[in-house]
Nanobody, 124 residues
Framework: QVQLVESGGGLVQAGGSLRLSCVAS????????MGWFRQPPGMDREFVAT????????DYADSVKDRFTISRDNVKNTVYLQMNNLKPEDTAVYYC?????????????????WGQGTQVTVSS
């Protein structure tokens, strides 16, 4: 069993930055695909970024490419999402997920564990 706890959300002005963290408890963190997804108000959960097992290849949604960076620390059992040049359309609840499978990590339906979510609000 894996438990995930996100932190780092908040209110920021457009153009600002935030760093989200997600700490995982339990064993085998390095063998998990880790992903960040977000759910804007009234919309479905959408893919943001994923980072796979070593060597740690990562993928991004087109909407956040070149602005967001996902990284992981397998010693601290933590995955991060550095968000720069934030835009009002980035406003959403951000969720950290863990996937035990062997896919690309783009589909939230393949994820086995989720955190509680952290709110990110970007004002214009």
């Amino acid at each position: 069993q894996v438990q995930l706890v996100e932190s780092g959300g908040g209110l920021v002005q457009a153009g600002g930055s935030l760093r989200l963290s997600c700490v995982a408890s339990g064993r085998g963190f390095s063998n998990l695909i880790m992903g960040w997804f977000r759910q804007p108000p009234g919309m479905d959960r959408e893919f943001v970024a994923t980072i796979r097992r070593a060597p740690g290849e990562s993928d991004y949604a087109d909407s956040v490419k070149d602005r967001f960076t996902i990284s992981r620390d397998n010693v601290k059992n933590t995955v991060y999402l550095q968000m720069n040049n934030l835009k009002p359309e980035d406003t959403a609840v951000y969720y950290c997920g863990a996937d035990r499978g062997y896919g690309l990590g783009h589909n939230h339906l393949t994820y086995d564990y989720w955190g509680q979510g952290t709110q990110v609000t970007v004002s214009s």
